[in-house]
């Protein structure tokens, strides 16, 4: 019974991701409070728990492939440029993956250099919360400045250089647990010059190589899947699964919210969420 309540609350985390990781609320700030208030942590390494958060993130990260197929075939056809087939550099997919590459220096170089240490004294409820309050400030202000620009990049195929890196930049503000990296892209997308549809398909397309990155890093890091118990490898699979399936839902109708309204709503919503959290960590809910 035990390992049915365990695999049921890996169910409801899978759910959680799905909903959050695309959305500008924090993803893992999320599952560390689920994760906190279902008890999921109880009795699981803290190696397994961190394998946990990111490995279930690749289910999300596998619907935006799925969602974004077409436009991923498009430029793994387009790779090279081409004379026979006037294709330009500007216009090749090769140039597009290179961007993207140089978008993931500086996080890589951030995570790289104090991953573990934030990991190790900000993974809380009560840095999570911090970090809400303050992404959502940021998120208002950025957007009331640039949101509105008429003339910005309107595709994420036509980001510079300069932009990615600006946007990479942005990135390293998600090393904060609660920060959220699709809030932290967009905001840079937003200060680079592109438009929130823009910005937030970059965003997704930016995610592919970071999440798979950081997952497969956390499960070398843990030995593998051959260090787990079967419950843990069946609560993981069920995550994984349940991630994906919502994040297809989620991640279409997140950019059609894109085009009609603006994003400060998700700002409100994490300032309760922060409320929500101080509140329950008073109590006992949380150990904070």
């Known amino acids: 019974m035990e390992t049915v309540f365990f695999i049921l609350k890996s169910m409801v985390l899978g759910i959680v991701e799905g909903v959050t990781e695309f959305l500008p609320v924090s993803s893992t700030g999320h599952l560390i409070i689920f994760q906190s208030f279902l008890g999921f942590d109880v009795g699981q390494s803290k190696e397994y728990i961190d ?17 974004f197929w077409k436009k991923i075939m498009n430029t793994l056809v387009k790779l090279f440029p081409s004379e026979k ?12 993956w290179l961007i993207i590459v140089a978008a993931c220096i500086p ?10 240490f934030f990991d190790e004294y900000l993974m809380n409820p009560t840095a999570v919360s911090i970090a809400l309050v303050v992404g959502g400030i940021l998120m208002i202000l950025i957007e009331n400045k640039y949101r509105k620009r008429r003339n910005g990049t309107k595709s994420e195929l036509d980001v ?10 942005f990135q390293c503000l998600a090393v904060f647990p609660g920060m959220s990296r699709s809030a932290s892209t967009i905001m840079g997308g937003w200060i680079a010059g592109l438009t929130t549809i823009a910005a937030a398909e970059f965003s997704f397309f930016l995610a592919i190589p970071v999440m798979a990155g950081m997952s497969l890093l956390k499960i070398v890091k843990i030995g593998g899947f051959a260090a787990m118990t079967s419950a843990q490898v069946i609560s993981l699979g069920v995550g994984f699964l349940v991630a994906f399936i ?32 101080f509140i329950a960590g008073y109590l006992g809910f949380f150990n904070v």
């Open 160 to 169: 510079t250089i300069k932009q990615a890196l600006i946007i990479g930049a």
């Open 85 to 96: 087939r006037d294709i330009s550099y500007r216009e090749s997919g090769l140039r597009f």
């Open 246 to 277: 919502v994040a297809l839902i989620v991640v279409d109708r997140f950019i059609a919210f894109l085009k009609k309204k603006p994003m400060r709503i998700f700002a409100v919503y994490r300032f309760v969420f922060a409320v929500f959290v």
């Open 51 to 67: 394998m946990y958060t990111y490995v279930i993130q690749l289910g999300a990260i596998l619907a935006v492939i799925v969602l």
């Open 107 to 116: 996080g890589a170089i951030v995570q790289l250099g104090f991953g573990d």
